[in-house]
């Protein structure tokens, strides 16, 4: 019995130590998100007073199929108030659906200038996102790239965002925070949304509080044509899950700036069901802790539901149930703090109730998925498997 009540008091020991850690990164968040916040209103008052900074641009989109709501996501890239960009399409092959959309799209628009480019399968990446990219580069007009995904929607404003940063000489890549949207609503879908909206905002911004921007954010990265020659090319990231992390590290390594932006846009979350959510969500986990393993693996410390519940069990197993309500009070508290700080104001997410109530749940959610991260290393893309390896390369799963 004595040896029981010992072994309860080590595990609550270790839950109360997971409570602490996640609450200094909790406060580490706010802090960097006030820092933020303050850097987006001189933004802003920098934008107001110099409109005119609107260096030609190169917008690139890769594609692959007709995912729901592409065509109106399309749209908003079309509409952009700024003077001179063009835009360029490119998917594995010329009759892909997801062109036929742009191609529809863009007789809407015929003052847009628009190229419609296709890989043909050649080069043959393991990233069929890099070779697209690789080929839209070729292409391109301009001396400012910006590359942004299929699910992403932006407001008129956004090229102006993102040109903004470029007045600076050192800077070489720049990067959007982005909200979850999701986009048929559904219970799962919403769970994925509000975990883009808060867990992976709250991460950049402790990451860049910590060290600085060293990567860039896949939904929307633009780099100087430049930077991206002298770090090789798109090429660097041909093998690799996480495009964006690498582009944006090499960039970073060259002594250029990458900055994130006070501009942040639309992910639209498309897996609806289960099974879909979960595959997108275990790849994103799989790929971090394969290209930044040792971030990955503190990641752990976190989260806080998770030690919570575990401090309420423990501490009513031990006979003070009303201690460890308080402890499960505590790692609710902070989260609904990093919900209403990153989540409301960081990316102005506008779903209070996803906020308040879904985010909790997702942090425990999320602290099963790292755990799961660690049970393998293939993972599914666009229907495709692949193996992750060391460094976060990919292959072809057999």
Known sequence: MYIEACMLYVFLGLAIIGLV??????GMVLMASLRYLHERKVALDVLREQPGFTPPLTLLKPLYGAEPGLEAYLVTFFEQNYPAYEILFCAHAEDDAGLQIA???AKRYPHVPVKFLSTGG???YVNAKVASMER???????????????DVCVTPEYLRAIALPFAASQVGAVCCPYRGVAVDGGLWARLEA????????????????????RFALGPTMAFRRDSICRIGGFHVAANLCADDFVLGNEVFKLGQTVVLSHHPIDHM?????FISSLRHQDRWMKSTRFSRPKGHFGTALTFSLPFGFAAWALSTALGHPGLGLWFFAWSVATRLALSIVVGRLVVCDPNWFDLLLLY?????????LWVASYLGSRILWRGQAFQLLPGGKMQAAE
Do not use: K, Y
């Open 21 to 26: 850690t996640s609450s200094i990164f909790a």
């Open 194 to 213: 509000v975990g883009m909206s808060v867990e992976m905002t709250a991460g950049v911004l402790a990451a860049r509080a910590m060290e600085g921007m």
């Open 360 to 368: 909790p749940l997702h942090d425990l959610m999320g602290f099963g």
């Open 136 to 150: 839209m580069e070729a292409a391109a007009t301009h001396s400012i790239l910006v590359i942004s995904d299929s």
């Open 269 to 273: 979350v498309i897996n609806s069901s």
């Open 103 to 105: 191609r529809r799209v």
């Open 122 to 124: 050649q080069p043959d």
